[in-house]
């Protein structure tokens, strides 16, 4: 009972800090602009690399070990630091043409997507055991699934920002291309529910 207690005060700790370490990165990029100073060691600056690695250690590293993904908190932390800086300090130059701004906005679309995995891997976890939950134990808890539907989802929202910044994007295409990417799933779940 006691330790159950101590369990959950360091729980509602962890997520209050990340809570302000969060704060804290909104409030430095957006609001004091932090990325405006070209000094690397601006101490601004310097507040945002640290925030950038804490913000996400304190988020995703106690979700890895609930999950029991091995991996996961660290690819998390390094996506969303990584994703945070290119986003904050290396942005595409608005006033560049878009051909001289494709390497930024390609590196931009790849930090997003590594972070947007990260993001819904617990999510599709979490669906699935809802899901499947009269399915057997293995099909219930299948990390390989959740991890899959979790760069199938990034992927689409990645293709989409993709087409949105060529202003190609229709609502036709899309529809299209979730569709095509919910028969893919659908499919390997039914091969996979055969065997």
């Not at 969303?80 to 942005?91: K, L, Q, R, S």
Request: glycine share 4%; with cysteine.
């Amino acid at each position: 009972m006691e330790a159950s207690i101590k369990h959950k005060r360091t729980l509602a700790l962890i997520v209050a800090l990340a809570g302000i370490a969060w704060a804290g990165i909104i409030g430095l990029i957006f609001l004091l602009n932090a990325s405006d100073y070209n000094n690397f060691w601006f101490p601004a600056r310097l507040l945002t690399y640290v925030l950038l690695l804490i913000a996400p250690a304190l988020t995703f590293m106690p979700l890895g070990r609930a999950l029991n993904v091995p991996f996961y908190g660290y690819w998390s932390v390094i996506s969303w630091a990584a994703f945070g800086f290119v986003f904050a300090f290396m942005p595409p130059d608005s006033a560049l043409p878009r051909d001289q701004n494709f390497a930024s906005f390609i590196l931009l679309l790849v930090c997003f997507f590594a972070a947007l995995t990260s993001l819904f891997l617990p999510i599709c976890y979490a669906v699935g055991i809802k899901l499947f939950a009269r399915a057997s134990r293995p099909a219930r808890y299948d990390l390989r699934r959740a991890t899959r539907e979790a760069v199938f989802l990034s992927l689409y929202i990645v293709l989409l920002a993709f087409m949105q910044l060529q202003g190609s994007l229709t609502w036709l295409y899309a529809l299209m291309f979730f569709l095509i990417i919910l028969v893919i799933e659908l499919l390997i779940l039914s091969r996979s529910r055969i065997r």
